[in-house]
């Protein structure tokens, strides 16, 4: 059966009997095998899987098609930019121009930045007022050092961003220069 | 399937009983969480120090990476036991363990990162295990990979993307058994592998020619 990607919200606190990890990992993903990639400690995940019908209607879960490589329709510009914005994943840059596989390699780098911070120690950073409309300088100094650090130790170029950069900004500009492969099961994005 | 392992047996156990797990100092425990015990060694398998008790132990002797593996034999005898591997741990005794885990319960092969005590996981692999059959995590660049090896032969699990850990950092165990005291695992292995980019040059240049 066929690689199908879904992106849906985070269970779990992070315990090591309640790890985080795909909220229907233990109900439509029971007995399958998946693989996963969080936003960094923001509850959402991508995640892979076969073709699941269960999965794909359920109501907070967006599917990705089969065919990475057809182009977004006007329909799905629109749902795919509400799901995303409304989860503080910056999504003002997708139009019909780009392919499913050019979304979700775009949308994996952001969350594979936001792992980097992670393992640095960012914690959930769209809590509490922050917004894809927060400046960098209105973050905490601890905030600001840890995306410094982390897009420096992925060698990112920052020098286009300033204090009154927005997240939104910031995200998009450090997404495009994450390189290397990313592998989800079977598939290379 | 790239081959699995491609690093060496670091223990086969085939020694005098130890309780604490040593080896002559090459082991130290215990592997993060506070409630953690160090492992013991009895007739030539890793034990738990006590049923019910997580008890686990990393090789001491070196850290290994950043692109390492880690592998070991599955004795379990019971579904409801616990095996976990671990690799790319900085600092194994801390009660907020950062690190790629493995673990093997009930029927699932799983991957995991830990993160400052906070687990996250991110790969599931249905595969039913035998005493005797084997588990392994290889974690390159940013992809980490479970293997398994079922009647003798090593099987890739679900590879994923994952770039909160880096770094080098030592490999380790832990086991887990309920309701009796028994074997949970033998054969521990693993070390640092080769960058996947890297390549060797074999045989002689002759600058004169350049």
């Known amino acids: 059966m066929a690689t199908q990607l879904y992106v849906m919200p985070i269970t779990g606190t992070g315990t090591s009997g309640d790890a985080r990890r795909p909220k229907y990992a233990d109900t439509d993903l029971a007995g399958q095998n998946w693989a996963a990639m969080d936003f960094g400690n923001e509850p959402m995940m991508l995640v892979a899987t076969a073709t ?9 879960v967006l599917t990705v098609p089969l065919n990475l490589d057809q182009n977004l329709g006007a329909g799905a510009v629109t ?18 121009g780009y392919t499913y596989r050019q979304l979700v390699r775009l949308v994996a780098c952001m969350f594979q930045i936001w792992q980097r911070c992670q393992g640095m120690g960012l914690a959930q950073l769209f809590t509490g007022g922050v917004t894809l409309s927060t400046t960098f300088s209105s973050l905490t100094l601890g905030q600001r050092t840890i995306l410094l650090n982390a897009a420096h130790s992925l060698n990112f170029d920052t020098s286009s961003l300033t204090g009154a950069s927005t997240m939104r900004q910031i995200i998009k500009a450090l997404m ?3 390189g290397g492969p990313i592998q989800m099961l079977d598939l290379t994005i | 399937m790239s081959p699995f392992p491609t690093t060496p047996l670091l223990d086969d156990f085939n020694r005098a009983n130890e309780n604490p797990l040593s080896d002559g100092g090459n082991w130290s425990g215990s592997t993060g969480f506070s409630s953690f015990s160090s492992a013991q060694l009895v007739s030539n398998a890793i034990n738990p120090v006590a049923p019910s008790t997580y008890s686990g132990n990393y090789w001491a002797a070196s850290q290994f990476g950043p692109d390492c593996e880690v592998f070991a034999d599955v004795e379990q ?6 095996l976990y591997l671990y690799c790319r ?3 194994p005794t801390s009660n907020t363990l950062t690190g790629y885990l493995l ?6 092969v799983s991957v995991s990162k830990s993160v400052l005590g906070a687990q996250t996981q991110i790969n599931s692999n249905t595969i039913t295990l035998a005493a005797g059959d084997s588990i392994g995590l290889s974690v390159r660049g940013s992809i980490e990979t479970a293997y398994w090896r079922k009647s003798g032969v090593w099987s890739s699990g679900t590879p994923v993307s994952d770039s909160a850990v880096t770094g080098s950092g030592y490999i380790a165990f832990a086991v887990w058994s309920s309701g009796s005291l028994r074997v949970e695992m033998d054969n521990f292995g693993g070390g640092t592998t080769i960058p996947k980019d890297s390549f060797s040059i074999v045989g002689e240049f002759d600058l004169a020619a350049f």
């Not at chain 1, 699941?52 to 907070?60: F, I, T």
């Not at chain 1, 749902?79 to 840059?93: G, L, S």
């Open chain 2, 77 to 82: 005898s019971s579904a409801s036991d616990t």
């Open chain 2, 89 to 91: 741990v900085p600092v």
């Open chain 2, 103 to 108: 673990r093997y319960f009930n029927g699932v």
């Open chain 1, 176 to 178: 495009v220069q994450f």
């Open chain 1, 79 to 96: 749902t795919v930019q509400n799901y995303f914005e409304a989860r503080n994943i910056p999504a003002d840059w997708i139009n019909t």
């Open chain 1, 52 to 60: 699941n019908a269960a999965l794909g209607a359920e109501a907070d």
